[in-house]
């Protein structure tokens, strides 16, 4: 089984920074795309940037500009570097990683338990 743990969400104030952590952890061969999405409520989950292993992202056009994603292929971890935020960027942010497993082998797609972020305005 493939583990996947946020961390870093929070309360702050309208135009300020957080960062987000996910680490995936477990009998991993190889990560493909680690990503974040967001989910508001009364909202679908939506997609927030997604990264690919040779390093390539993915952004919504609502964090352009604003949201920074990386991530450190040793450790299985992404970041969310989320600056300039808005009230409108609240919600419970989702990481999501997916590659192969094994033994034995397989591939997969796992999702954390999802962190708060919320604005203030």
């Known amino acids: 089984q493939v583990q996947v743990v946020e961390s870093g969400g929070g309360l702050v104030q309208f135009g300020g920074s957080l960062r987000l952590s996910c680490a995936a952890s477990g009998n991993i061969v190889s990560i493909n795309a680690m990503g974040w999405y967001r989910q508001a409520p009364g909202n679908q989950r939506e997609l927030v940037a997604t990264?690919?292993?040779?390093?390539?992202?993915r952004y919504a056009d609502s964090v352009k500009g604003r949201f920074t994603i990386s991530r450190d292929n040793a450790k299985n971890t992404v970041y969310l570097q989320m600056n300039s935020l808005k009230p409108e960027d609240t919600a419970v942010y989702y990481c999501?990683?997916?590659?192969?497993?094994?033994?034995?082998?397989?591939?997969?797609?796992?999702w954390g338990q999802g962190t708060q972020v919320t604005v203030s305005s």
């Open positions: 999501n990683a997916a590659g192969f497993r094994g033994p034995p082998y397989t591939s997969f797609i796992s």
């Open positions: 990264i690919a292993s040779g390093g390539s992202t």
